[in-house]
């Protein structure tokens, strides 16, 4: 058997320089990227996210930026263009035109009150102040309540609810003993009691939000925390001897980060809820400042007669709301190591 | 378990002692007076009213009677329904909101569940977003605009369901879904979320891989594993129906004790607030109870805390 | 019920032919009609269902403090005196009263009638209430109404025994009165339910749970409560068969419902569950064309009181006048009220006396201080700041968390900022918040109301005097002290002398600024057109139904 393989003369010739960058070109290696570049990179990739993320973004601008630049003054009293609806240039659909139906007739509103030239996009209220500059503002004041309630939710709640769950045993029980005590006063209670004896406002709103909304973070987080820490991936790390920080920090934060937040999505809307339903009680934000929560109340009252008064604010606290979640639901996929595609 | 029950019922009566403290000496911080006819009175005329009422007496000594009184069972006289034990107050008018608050709990978790489950088995087709978008929008509208969306529409255009006051099943429609309506978002989200989780999980693959079918591993093991985290947020969500109900009552002219409630706080009706702050903290502390022993039930994992001693 | 189930078959067919054939209207229109045809079945037997806006807190007429309660007691029972339209006064369980020539002692002639349990009522029964009442280990927070009888305050002070209160029983059907001064509106207070009696044997029969249900208790009115927990937010009561005048009251049962909020109670008044309903917010001003909507006057003044207390701006008379004169009342009470509410013109309520045919606030007008002058007010403003020795003033405008104070509060702002160099905020509060700061003289500015008790000026007037304790912005005045003291003192029995001191106090306080008048409250209310013959009357429990009736 003179099996002699004959091989082509060209199929062993000396590497080149193209060669090996071609052979380079085939190794599996994704450029490194650290953690928060991974999930901004997915975070990108979800539109809804995406879309919602600039949606929030074009809503802080435009409520904080109308400190600086409103339609109209959110303040200011025309009582003689007061109830006049929506009515935007150049739409003619009922409801955008500036016509309202009274005592069983479409009439129009402008030109009943005296005020043919003038258009407001989102109408007047019952003082004829500008309706969209108050949702602007009102917009501004629910979410700096928010915003602030939900950083108290986030520092206090997380720590306690990850230290409780982390140490078990006896300190776990008081802590929860603490937290149980506190979840079984009826937030409400300890809410409109701080705000009547501080003074009815902002401030006071916040602190009593504050100081009731963390515990859920901190119940749920612990809930999670009881869980992750008796799976193996922790049992490894205790084992290697890993300090209790670093492994909270390096294991139990990015496991838990679904629960943060998604919960920070809940507490988002829990406050700015938190606050409309104080207004509706009476002991809201004071007049002539305005929240997303009064301005609803108010609307509410006359929503038979005056409907857009409701549908504007509601409108844009919907938006907000589901803009807040979308991102959320986003963000969760985008830190969570687990769900990498 | 028994051992278990023994000492969370001694904590209850600790927080319920301490919720009565607390509570007490907030209330006492209050400005003005409890007395209904305050306007017209002149400050000689209150001292004189007070007087009979035992109400200048020193805090700390009315705070003892207060508890001397509950620990009997007497839980002082309203101020606003004049001659009323406050405990028959409450009797009266804790039926309604029970049924609704349950209802709106049972009706929007159960629902929440289905569609929460369904979502996430049909993950990121429309029926996903469907269930997203019903769902976010469940906590986009308070409460009280969703009750008075419902109340127009279905109600006095419609005329389905009646407007207001209180009577048979009937009565109860829309109330429960006003409230019912973020128990069910919430519940909705968070199942959805937890399944999506659980559905990628390796027991789960194994479990397909073994040939079950797919109701199978929905129902045994993706489902039951994602109720868990639901049962630590039923406690919260029994407060968001407590503080829904406050405004809803209202709106709905209903006899409950949400709304008794607020007119309590905004009358200074002290015993009123007491009683009623009792109340709402021992059935939450019932629901937190429940909630505990159902979580060491779905989950074997987690022992509860009194047994190991 | 079978008739009724035909009905609404034959309802569905005609509708269901008419509009569209679905599912969802089909159902619409069966649920409609049911709640329609049981509801006129109903109302045609002379019921009428009536909103209060708050539950009924007491049937106690010695405790009993609010609107609610003084509405249900004034039906239910019956004092010496009744008032009727426009606060008319007729006999009550009296027939007829004497009043002596020093005004100090009143006789009535009781006639004979009785408790709905049967029992006589005699001069007894007012004896023991009105003892009751005083009686300070009842504690009632209406007892000062008492004051001109003679003994009371003693005894609310613990000063008497309860028996030497002025009011005797000279047999069965005589009751005597002793006042400490003369009194001209005495009977219009004897006829308001703090007077009522109170069946004695009754009231220890029951003890502590008497008057707390609709069951332990009597009744001598036009109609007996038949349904009330205590704690109940509806209650309902039958005609009185018992009642001395029980053949002309037409109507067999009144319900009371209670809707806290505005929005349901005009849709349970559009569905039909109501006859009657108050509006409020923007609601009145939809329906100021209907034939049902009616505007009802209150006895009462919305104004702001100014802490002379606090810094010398307040103290300075133009300051005060400027703030008066920046508010346009006619623009508020019309386009932004629009609820019946009508521009105060003095302190007292109009249409509460009258002289020689002419209204109080007619003699006693200062036009310039309730009228709107934004170019006085600003050049008043700006005197003000000069002699106080400031170049601009900033405040605080306290006022109720209710619909209206916040209406108020921002209305007043809006109106004051055009005065220039001034900074206004404005702080909502609940109603007790608000009535404790403003009690402390924790305030600038605060919007108060006032609510006449009976129909005399004095109601009003007597607020004011340096020291009293209603008077919150302490503003005080020599010659306004001396015209209210004669009032009630020197003056008491001389009718046009009396007059004359209570239309000068007014003008005293109107001239200084002493307080700032803004509106006078009005209700605007929806009527069935069906229902008639209600009474209504602008002080105390308002609404009596013993004439009303469904045609």
């Known amino acids: 058997m003179a099996d002699t393989v004959k091989l082509p003369e060209d199929s062993f010739k000396p590497i080149t320089s193209d060669d090996r960058a071609a052979l380079d070109s085939e190794k599996i290696a994704a450029p490194s990227?650290?953690?928060?570049?991974?999930?901004?990179?997915?975070?990108?990739?979800?539109?809804?996210?995406w879309v919602s993320l600039i949606v929030l973004v074009v809503i802080f601008i435009m409520a904080f930026g109308s400190i600086f630049v409103s339609p109209h003054d959110p303040n200011a009293v025309h009582p003689a263009y007061a109830n006049l609806p929506s009515k935007i240039p150049g739409i003619s659909i009922n409801g955008f035109n500036g016509t309202l139906v009274q005592a069983g007739e479409r009439i129009d509103a402008y030109k009943a009150a005296g005020a043919s030239g003038a258009h407001y996009i989102m109408g007047t209220d019952y003082l004829g102040r500008d309706l969209f500059s108050r949702v602007l503002y009102g917009t501004r004041i629910s979410l700096i309540i928010a915003l602030v309630a939900t950083l108290f939710d986030l520092t206090i709640g997380v720590t306690y609810g990850m230290f409780s769950g982390w140490k078990g045993g006896r300190i776990d029980t008081i802590m929860q003993r603490i937290i149980e005590i506190i979840l079984s006063i009826p937030n409400l209670v300890v809410i409109v009691l701080l705000i009547l004896i501080l003074k009815p406002g902002m401030a006071s709103?916040?602190?009593?939000?504050?100081?009731?909304?963390?515990?859920?973070?901190?119940?749920?987080?612990?809930?999670?925390?009881?869980?992750?820490?008796?799976?193996?991936?922790?049992?490894?790390?205790?084992?290697?001897?890993?300090?209790?920080?670093?492994?909270?920090?390096?294991?139990?934060?990015?496991?838990?980060?679904?629960?943060?937040?998604?919960?920070?999505?809940?507490?988002?809307?829990?406050?700015?809820?938190?606050?409309?339903?104080?207004?509706?009680?009476g002991i809201g934000i004071s007049s002539p400042q305005a929240s997303l929560g009064t301005l609803l109340n108010d609307g509410q009252k006359n929503f038979q007669f005056l409907p857009y008064q409701m549908w504007w604010p509601a409108?844009?606290?919907?938006?907000?709301?589901?803009?807040?979640?979308?991102?959320?639901?986003?963000?969760?996929?985008?830190f969570d190591p687990r769900t990498k595609e | 378990m028994a051992k278990y029950l023994a000492k969370r019922i001694f904590y209850l009566i600790l927080t319920l002692f301490i919720v009565?403290?607390?509570?007490?000496?907030?209330?006492?911080?209050?400005?003005?007076?409890?007395?209904?006819?305050?306007?017209k009175l002149s400050k000689s005329q209150i001292h004189l009213i007070?007087?009979?009422?035992?109400?200048?007496?020193?805090?700390?000594?009315?705070?003892?009677?207060?508890?001397?009184?509950?620990?009997?069972?007497?839980?002082?006289?309203?101020?606003q329904f004049s001659d009323q034990p406050v405990s028959y107050l409450i009797s009266s008018r804790i039926g309604p909101s029970l049924q609704i608050g349950l209802q709106a709990m049972i009706v929007g978790v159960i629902l929440g569940v289905i569609i929460g489950a369904f979502g996430a088995m049909k993950q990121n087709t429309w029926v996903d977003t469907t269930t997203t978008v019903v769902s976010i929008l469940g906590i986009s509208i308070p409460s009280f605009v969703l009750a008075v969306l419902l109340q127009y529409y279905l109600g006095l255009k419609a005329g389905w369901f009646p407007i207001a006051e209180w009577g048979g099943f009937i009565y109860t429609v829309l109330p429960t879904l006003a409230l019912g309506a973020q128990p069910l978002a919430e519940s909705a989200r968070f199942v959805r979320t937890e399944m999506v989780d659980v559905l990628s999980s390796d027991y789960i693959e194994l479990a397909k891989a073994k040939g079950l079918s797919k109701t199978g591993v929905i129902y045994h093991h993706a489902l039951r594993n994602s109720l868990i985290p639901l049962i630590t947020i039923v406690g919260p969500l029994a407060v968001n129906i407590m503080t829904g109900s406050m405004v809803v009552e209202n709106i709905f002219s209903i006899p409950g004790i949400g709304e008794q409630f607020v007119k309590s706080v905004l009358t200074n009706d002290y015993p009123t607030i007491m009683g009623l702050t009792i109340v709402y903290s021992f059935m939450l502390c019932v629901v937190l109870l429940i909630t505990d022993i159902l979580y060491g039930i779905v989950d074997p994992r987690i022992r509860l805390t009194g047994k190991a001693n | 019920?079978?008739?009724?189930?035909?009905?609404?078959?034959?309802?569905?067919?005609?509708?269901?032919?008419?509009?569209?054939?679905?599912v969802a209207t089909f159902a619409a229109v069966l649920l409609a009609a049911c709640g329609s045809s049981s509801n006129s079945s109903e109302s045609s037997k002379q019921t009428l269902n009536w909103m209060e806006s708050s539950a009924l807190p007491s049937m106690d007429s010695s405790t009993a403090t609010d609107v609610v309660s003084g509405e249900t007691i004034n039906n239910t029972g019956e004092g010496l005196l009744r008032i009727g339209k426009n606060s008319s006064i007729h006999p009550g369980v009296a027939k007829s009263y004497k009043v002596s020539k020093d005004g100090k002692t009143y006789t009535f002639n009781l006639r004979k009638s009785n408790w709905s349990n049967g029992d006589k009522v005699t001069a007894k029964d007012f004896v023991y209430a009105w003892q009751r009442t005083v009686n300070p280990k009842t504690a009632s927070q209406y007892a000062y109404m008492y004051a001109q009888v003679k003994n009371a305050n003693a005894i609310m002070n613990k000063k008497k025994a309860v028996s030497t209160l002025g009011i005797k029983a000279v047999g069965d059907y005589k009751v005597v009165v002793t006042l400490t001064q003369a009194t001209s509106y005495f009977p219009s207070l004897v006829a308001s339910p703090m007077f009522f009696p109170q069946n004695e044997s009754v009231v220890q029969k029951y003890g502590k749970k008497y008057a707390t249900n609709a069951q332990d208790n009597v009744y001598n009115g036009p109609f007996k409560l038949t349904y009330w927990t205590g704690t109940s937010d509806n209650w309902s009561m039958s005609k009185n068969t018992k009642y001395w005048d029980a053949k002309n009251v037409k109507l067999k049962k009144v319900n009371f419902k209670t809707m806290k909020d505005p929005q349901t109670a005009l849709s349970q008044y559009q569905s039909g569950k109501l006859d009657a309903t108050y509006l409020s917010g923007q609601q009145p001003k939809n329906y100021k064309n209907s034939k049902q909507y009616v505007e009802r006057k209150s006895a009462s003044t919305f104004y702001i009181e100014l802490n002379e207390k606090k810094d010398s701006m307040m103290k300075n008379k133009k300051a005060r006048q400027a703030l008066s004169m920046a508010i346009n009342r006619n623009q508020f009470v019309n386009k932004v009220l629009q609820d019946g509410s009508t521009v105060s013109t003095g302190l007292v309520s109009t249409g509460l006396a009258e002289n020689k045919g002419k209204d109080f606030n007619t003699d006693a007008a200062v036009p310039s201080a309730t009228s709107y002058n934004l170019k006085k007010a600003k050049q008043l403003w700006k005197e003000a700041l000069k002699e106080t020795g400031r170049s601009s003033y900033s405040m605080t405008l306290t006022a109720d968390d209710t619909p209206a104070g916040k209406n108020s509060a921002e209305f007043i702002q809006s109106q004051w900022a055009k005065l220039g160099n001034i900074k206004v905020t404005n702080s909502n509060l609940p109603f007790k918040t608000r009535l404790a700061r403003s009690q402390s003289g924790d305030f600038d500015a605060v919007i108060s109301a006032w609510g006449a008790d009976f129909p005399d000026p004095i109601s009003f007037l007597s607020l004011f005097t340096s020291g009293n304790s209603y008077n919150n912005g302490k503003w005080s005045s020599k010659a306004y002290d001396t015209y209210v003291g004669d009032a009630t003192g020197k003056d008491a029995n001389n009718t046009s002398a009396r007059w004359n001191d209570l239309v000068n106090a007014q003008k005293t306080i109107l001239n200084e600024q002493g307080i700032i008048p803004v509106y006078q409250q009005g209700k605007a209310q929806l009527v069935k057109s069906k229902v008639q013959g209600l009474v209504y009357f602008p002080t105390g429990a308002n609404w009596d139904f013993s004439k009303a009736y469904i045609k």
């Open chain 1, 33 to 49: 990227l650290t953690f928060a570049q991974d999930a901004w990179r997915r975070l990108k990739k979800n539109k809804g996210a």
């Open chain 1, 205 to 281: 709103i916040i602190i009593a939000i504050a100081l009731t909304s963390w515990v859920n973070m901190a119940r749920l987080v612990r809930a999670q925390t009881l869980e992750l820490k008796e799976q193996e991936f922790i049992l490894a790390a205790r084992t290697l001897g890993e300090r209790p920080i670093k492994i909270a920090f390096k294991h139990l934060l990015p496991n838990l980060s679904s629960v943060i937040i998604i919960n920070t999505m809940f507490t988002i809307p829990n406050a700015i809820f938190f606050e409309a339903t104080l207004s509706y009680i």
């Open chain 1, 315 to 334: 409108l844009i606290l919907s938006i907000i709301m589901l803009a807040f979640n979308l991102l959320g639901d986003g963000l969760r996929d985008a």
């Open chain 2, 20 to 39: 009565i403290t607390v509570t007490f000496f907030l209330m006492k911080l209050l400005p003005g007076t409890p007395l209904t006819n305050q306007a």
């Open chain 2, 50 to 79: 007070y007087e009979q009422y035992g109400l200048n007496k020193p805090v700390w000594q009315q705070y003892l009677l207060y508890l001397a009184g509950a620990v009997k069972g007497d839980f002082g006289t309203s101020f």
């Open chain 3, 1 to 22: 019920m079978l008739k009724q189930l035909r009905g609404v078959g034959i309802k569905m067919k005609i509708n269901s032919a008419v509009k569209l054939g679905t």
